[in-house]
């Protein structure tokens, strides 16, 4: 009796482990997204909070870039390969990362000429010497005109 409870416990053991199915393309994708954040926070040397925040955020994709901050890397390889192509070096790269990377920001014709009447305005008060609401009447009334 004893070996017949015996063999049916190693029966449903073994029927078990034999029974369990392969990782599905999602536990498989996970289990490398796993590894990935693991090798990051190791590369970072982190350890307790520090980790389990990063390892959190890293395996919900909250590490991902936002659409703005994809946008400026993109911009940043685009550059980056033209300063490269051109064979630039030190302070000649630097400068023309500088221009490349500020392209987009540059104001529209409208913002430009707001800017510009504003420091002639700014420029007008300064030289009369206003101060306080006397400044603030005048540049109101001179940016509308």
């Known amino acids: 009796m004893k070996y017949l409870v015996a ?3 190693i029966a449903f053991a073994t029927t078990g482990a034999l029974a369990q199915d392969k990782p ?7 289990q490398a997204r796993m590894k990935d954040c693991n090798k990051q926070a190791s590369d970072k040397k982190m350890k307790g909070e520090d980790r389990q925040k990063f390892m959190s955020g890293c395996l919900k994709d909250d590490n991902q870039p936002s659409a703005a901050q994809k946008a400026q890397q993109d911009k940043m390889k685009a550059c980056n390969k033209q300063a490269s192509d051109k064979k630039m070096k030190g302070d000649e790269r630097q400068k023309f990362m500088s221009g490349c990377l500020k392209d987009g920001d540059q104001p529209s014709a409208a913002q430009k000429a707001q800017q510009d009447k504003m420091k002639a305005c700014n420029k007008q008060a300064s030289d009369k010497k206003m101060k306080g ?11 509308k005109d």
């Open 133 to 143: 609401d006397e400044r603030k009447k005048f540049m109101s009334g001179c940016l």
């Open 24 to 30: 599905s393309a999602a536990q498989k994708e996970q």
């Open 7 to 9: 063999a049916l416990c």
